[in-house]
Every structure is written in C-alpha cells, then in structure tokens.
C-alpha cells in the first residue's frame, strides 16, 4: 500500500533549535508539496517541488525556514532557528507527474511544539 | 488566480440527517475541484474529484459534489448522516492542464449528533 511517510510524527523542543523534518514521496511521484496546519490560519502552502526543483516557496517564512529534495525519495523541510509561533502541524504530499488530475497524496503530519 | 470559499466553520446535524457542506471557487482558468476529509491526528484524504467530466461527482462514503458554474459551486451532500463522518472537510482548487498550485479552503468541522 504506497503511501507518503513523514517524521518524527511528534516534535518538542525550545526556541532556537534547529528542527528538521522528513518525507518520503509515494514512488514515482514527482511533486512534492510541504502544507502548514494550525487553527488560526488553516492549511497553508510553504513550498512545492517538481522533479526536485522548487517551483514555488513564497508561503514559506526565507530567514529561518528551507525546503530541500536531496534525491527523489526524500524532501526535507528545516526551520533554523524555531520559535514558539511555528508549532503547527506540518504535512508533507506527493503527486504524480503533469497531466494527472491533480489529486493529492498526504502524509500522517508532523506536529511541531516549540517551547 | 484561484481561491475557494467555505461557508460555516462548524456544521451539525443530526445522524440520518442530509450533509450539506458549501464551497464556492473563483478561478480565472477551467478548474479542478476536490474535496478531502481529515479525520482527527491523520492527514487529508481524497473524497471526491471534479476534473471536467461529469458535472455530478461520486465519491467514496456516500459523499457526492455537484459543479455548477453558473453559480462558481461545488457544494458536498450525503444523504444521511453516520457517526463516522464526522471530521473536518476540506475544499480545494487547483488550475486544470497539469499541476499547479492546489489552494485550500479553511475547513468546515462536521458534527454527527446521535
């Protein structure tokens, strides 16, 4: 059953640590989306890739978060230094090449507490 | 462009009863509509596609959306209501021909009550 996988699915640490979090596309996906989740501002795009390159980052905050595909089967998303304000839920979804009909595949989350 | 509007954070109703979840989409290009259910500690999960095909869509659990342009709506029903669809729902849009930016709404919480 191929499905995206996310870690840690928790996270707690103080302010100014470096956190990093990880997803593993569904195989032969070739987009990868990185969601933000939090009850005041609700699902928000912070970056998405294409075939590794990144197509579009302007909902991510640049001085401290960034957004990286080392290969195909791994993205990563770190946030250097963290702050209480970026607890959230962060998700992680893949896609399959252009032309498909746009559906989304999502990861579990990683929650993020920043004390 | 594009964006979707979700009317009503919260719904209620009563088990057995019909589920009327509204969106509303404004996009300057023909659209793909979706929606997706997130039940509780788990990520999104495809309910339901419009991709320009049929214009009434089916999806999985009983869940059906109809597009209607003329009114820019895409509006999620079920006959009756179970416990177990309770959760929160998603709407969402994207630009047809290939991916692009897939834009969400802001969620509408539904309660069953028994």
């Known amino acids: 059953d191929a499905r995206v996988t996310q870690t840690p699915r928790h996270k707690v640490t103080e302010m100014g640590q470096e956190v990093t979090m990880r997803c593993q596309p569904i195989?032969?996906?070739?987009?990868v989306f990185w969601y933000r989740q939090t009850m005041m501002q609700g699902l928000e795009l912070l970056a998405y890739?294409?075939?590794?390159?990144?197509?579009?980052d302007s909902g991510m905050p640049k001085d401290r978060f960034s957004a990286e595909m080392p290969d195909a089967t791994l993205a990563t998303l770190k946030i250097q230094p963290s702050e209480p304000r970026d607890s959230a839920v962060y998700f992680c979804?893949?896609?399959?090449?252009?032309?498909?009909?746009?559906?989304?595949?999502f990861g579990e989350g990683s929650r993020l507490t920043v004390l | 462009a594009q964006s979707v509007t979700q009317l009503g954070s919260h719904v209620s109703v009563s088990e057995g009863a019909l589920v009327l979840l509204r969106c509303n989409y404004s996009?300057?290009?023909?659209?793909?509509l979706f929606w997706y259910v997130q039940y509780p500690n788990q990520g999104l999960q495809l309910l339901l596609k419009?991709?320009?095909?049929?214009?009434l869509v089916k999806g999985i659990n009983g869940f059906e959306a109809e597009f209607k342009k003329s009114e820019t709506s895409f509006h999620l029903t079920k006959p009756s209501a179970h416990m177990s669809d309770a959760a929160e729902y998603f709407c969402?849009?994207?630009?047809?021909?290939?991916?692009?930016?897939?834009?969400f709404g802001t969620g509408t919480k539904l309660q069953v009550i028994p």
């Open positions: 979804a893949s896609a399959p090449g252009q032309g498909a009909s746009g559906e989304l595949f």
């Open positions: 195989l032969g996906h070739n987009t």
């Open positions: 890739f294409r075939n590794r390159a990144p197509l579009d």
């Open positions: 996009s300057s290009v023909p659209p793909y």
């Open positions: 419009y991709t320009s095909a049929a214009t």
């Open positions: 969402a849009v994207t630009s047809s021909g290939g991916y692009q930016k897939v834009t």
